[in-house]
């Protein structure tokens, strides 16, 4: 008897336990994780890759070919400007200054010297005069001639007279004689006073060329100066030149900064255009990012920027779009993918630059990510990104929680990012939206909301 009353009783605890089960699951729904459509801040952003970079960089190179000394600047080293960072072999220079000093030099000498015509100026006041004197004796060489030639007219109608004379015996043989004698020298007196005066004239036409010939020696010193004064216009040139190279030789830094890269140490023979430094401002650092065309059309120039990543720390920098060039390029993914890309160049908040240079040591070249805010709202109704699904018809749709069951809810979506989305219109603020709904979940399913 008991036994039978302990198995009625163990029996209706059972009964009682399977319609508790039943009654139990009839009422549960699916567990589901559901939020509150809430009001907040969202912004809508491209986030991507990037690099630090230098707007410019200075490159030191050879001037011209030469013998380089040895560079003891290092890479990280700062530098002014105005600093000699480099130098040609100072020896090789000196001696090229010297040697077209010296050109310059003797050339000023031999102008000087070609344009002292006080020697020559003597020799014409000198040539003048004994042509003036010459001229004279040519004239009294002629009177000479004109004399001798009377003397001669004269012995020879003596002479004649005399031969008369003689023949009537008025005059004597001694008489005769001496008429004779008298005709000879009067004839040779007067042949040579011919020859004299022709002499003369010879030396006269030759004296006469003396003073050209002085001129001429003048006038071919002038054009000898002209030569002399183009010589030394080119000299002159030349030890500009090298007075330059000299200069040049020197390899300043253009800027206050740092070194780069050093290209060369050791003393050795270069060719020029040879990169020896390159020197930059690390104070002008920026960011250069390549974003995806189809993301690049909502940038614009000024957008703020947060640059983030192992290299930049925490907090984050701030920055904003540059520049944004205007061609785009082809670029290959990692993953092989073929992509359309456009250049941007994001400047760096000084405030933050300064802190990373100081703190983080931020060089050119290094690796960072860039969130670009292309849009933002303060305060906007958002719920999670993860909430929105796309239904048949291509509008944008969410579960929302309606007592107790998960409704289809079509929905109006403004800004959007990873994270959250705006919901411009379907909801209210407060309603509960399903977070990630499950692909199993359908419209009028009963659902255990849990908040997280």
Partial sequence: ???RMWWIIGSALIGIALIWGVARSLSSGKPVEAVPAKLGPIREFVDERGKTRLPETYLITMPYPGRIESITLAEGVAVRKG???AQIVQLDLELDVKEATAVVDRLTEAIRENADVNVEKTALQQSLQFV????RTVEAAAARVKSGQAKFDYAEKNYGRIQKLFSTKA?????????????VEAGVDYRQDQLVHQAMVALEAATNLMPTMVRQYIDRKKLSEAVLE???AEATARLRQVEEDERRGKMTSPVDGVVL??????ERYLAAGTTLLEIGRLEDLQVEADILSVDVVDAKVGDPVEIYGPAIGRPAASGTVQRIYPAGFTKISSLGVEQQRVKMIIAIDPDDLSRLRQERDLGVGY????????AQRSKALVVPRSALFRGADGNWQVYAVRNGRARIESVKVGLINDELAEVTGGLAEGDLVV?????????GDRVESKTP
Avoid: F, G
Avoid at 171 to 183: C, F, M, S
Avoid at 367 to 374: G, S, Y
């Fill in 435 to 443: 977070r990630a709904p499950e692909s199993n979940l359908a419209d």
């Fill in 367 to 374: 690796r960072v990510r860039v969130r670009i805010i292309t």
């Fill in 83 to 85: 600093q000699v960072v």
């Fill in 230 to 232: 183009k010589q030394k």
């Fill in 171 to 183: 005059k004597t043989e001694d008489d005769l004689d001496q008429a004779y004698v008298d005709q």
């Fill in 132 to 135: 003036e004197s010459m001229s």
């Fill in 261 to 266: 890269e050093r290209n060369t140490t050791n």
């Fill in 1 to 3: 008897m008991k036994t």
